[in-house]
């Protein structure tokens, strides 16, 4: 069998798996955004036909994969496993969601990275020959997110700067182990790391760290240069997180900002949306790659990026202990041909 | 390639990987229980030198892999992928017990049936060729979770007949593509099943179906028979939901309550310790799997194993919006030789 183990943290896929659907569901906010024309279905309000939040997200995370099943030409009947995860204390979006499906089901936790951890579990287990379906699945909801990390919206509390916006969005993949692409084809797993930021109001900069390290490990596990990607994403920086990754590769020597993006920063508008240093949670990136990215990608926009979502793995209580954030990143080459 | 997919749900490992190293750390009261010989660690009170019940469920899942490394002869920096997880909320025993170890970290949310999904996913990467070494880990505490899911421990709230006490343990397994066993040789990954029960202190019976559902299922896809097993082994489905799952079976003409136990039921004494239903939480069925039972397999007391831990996917918050409880369960076959 070929190698499929290249350096410390990367793997390559034999038979690099298709991306055969995706699709994205989001709120209100983020459909008067600038992506608009990139989301499969824009809720009226936050809560597409449910009584609480928490529902509502469920919801948008089943009509996501539902979406991405139907563009995929997919039965849900015939997925062999759905890798899903959220934000939501014990991950009760994504169970809630995939409750009624009957489909064999792997819970993640890897806060705003899930994107990226469920689309690398999906894409190992049909490379290596465990399935040839694989759903990747994940959401977020500002509503739900910011009573459960934060303040009842009711309390209209005010946000800092630094702040990020979590998104209400779901986005759903349908990995296949053949068709015509984009595909899966390295995967590069992240480590946590912990440079000792306490500020949970400053996400972007407790992540910029994991973006940073799994990043370089990418570029040294697979010998590709920064400019051999046409984008480099990571999800969710926004504006300061973003600045703190360029400017470590900077000290290396080397100039990402030519290629380099983050679907924080992409998902909201600065000037015309008021979310301070951009969008988070899982949806945020979730969103963008499902809708905006890999749309682009099959307009032969862009034939080879770099997906990196980054998490910060705290808690309301683990920062009431006074523990700083620990974050991580994994990072997924998808490609419109196999080989990268 | 051998067929590695059989019926509906399960998968065949290839070549089984080998469990190598195992190890458990467990609370005061499960030390003062019938397994008592079979940990490696027991505590002298519910801090292990941490300032919280939090700390001390990291430093549980810390030592529980170090433990399990060092019998398994593998450096930590020789681990390629750590699978974990808990049942705090955003899972921060796990990510807070291994943000130092500088190993590539997949979060899971899979509630009490942690240890078998994360052995699950560690046994298909290492059988898929995307490492030779991998970790799978799990924790709870019963303080940790009493505060998070039920009321503050000072409340001193009387709990119900049916309820189950969340165990103070820790398990660890490193499982290695080569070794000498007992080797992971079959995968069962559960559906979420949820029969619209609403009590929150009767788990055992919200997730009896799921059990059900996954072991009758495990003998659909494999052709095994429950007498093939020298014990099936449930996980933590306590007094109420074992027995119904027995009459489950029965109602399909099996009796498998010859070589059939219940993780829960094993780890604490009915007469002398006063845990009403039985035990629970993720540390149940790790650490009755990482000591009584992997010991007992070494020593030759069981060769064939189904390993079928479960989780009740819940959240107070979902309970709160009068939701039901989904379960889920994961089988994992364990065998001294390579063949079931």
């Known amino acids: ?3 499929k183990r290249i350096g410390k943290q990367t793997v390559r896929m034999v038979c690099p798996p298709s991306i055969e659907g995706h699709a994205c569901v989001v709120g209100k906010k983020e459909g008067e955004g600038p992506l608009s ?10 809560y597409f036909g449910e009584k609480t939040w928490e529902k509502a997200e469920s919801h948008m995370q089943k009509q996501a994969l ?9 039965t849900l009947s015939s997925i062999q496993y759905i890798f899903a995860g959220d934000l ?4 009760i979006a994504s169970t809630f969601a995939e409750r009624d499906r009957g489909i064999p089901f792997f819970g993640l936790y890897g806060a705003c990275s899930t994107m990226a951890e469920s689309l690398s579990l999906a894409a190992i287990s049909i490379d290596g020959g465990f399935a040839d379906t694989a759903a990747a699945v994940t959401s977020s909801h500002f ?6 990390f934060r303040l009842p919206l009711e309390y209209g509390g005010q946000r800092t700067p630094t702040a990020q916006w979590t998104a209400t969005a779901s986005g759903a993949i349908i990995l296949k182990e053949h068709g015509q692409g984009p595909f899966v084809t390295h995967v590069t797993t992240g480590k946590i790391v912990d440079l000792g930021i306490k500020d949970a109001n400053n996400m972007g ?13 990418h570029f040294e596990d697979t010998g590709f240069l920064p400019t051999d990607y046409d984008l480099i ?12 990754v360029i400017d470590f590769f900077k000290k290396d020597g080397i100039d990402i900002s030519g290629n380099y993006n983050d679907c924080g920063l992409l998902l909201y508008s600065k000037e015309e949306q008021d979310t301070h240093a951009g969008g988070s949670g899982c949806g945020c990136s979730a969103c963008v790659l499902t809708g905006y990215i890999l749309n682009g990608m099959r307009q032969k ?26 974050g991580i990143c994994h990072a997924v080459t998808i490609c419109n041909s196999k080989e990268m």
């Open 1 to 3: 069998m070929p190698q």
């Open 37 to 46: 024309s990139s989301f499969d279905y824009i809720g009226d309000d936050s």
């Open 66 to 74: 539902e979406l991405a099943a139907d563009k995929a030409g997919v």
């Open 88 to 91: 939501l204390n014990q991950c």
């Open 143 to 148: 509503c739900s997110a910011e009573r459960q």
């Open 205 to 217: 900069a407790a992540m910029a760290p994991a973006a940073y390290d799994t990043l370089k490990t």
């Open 233 to 244: 994403l990571t999800g969710d920086l926004g504006m300061i997180g973003s600045d703190v």
């Open 301 to 326: 926009r862009w034939n080879r990026i770099l997906f990196a979502a980054t998490g910060a793995l705290m808690s309301p209580t683990s920062t009431q202990q006074g523990e700083s954030i620990p």
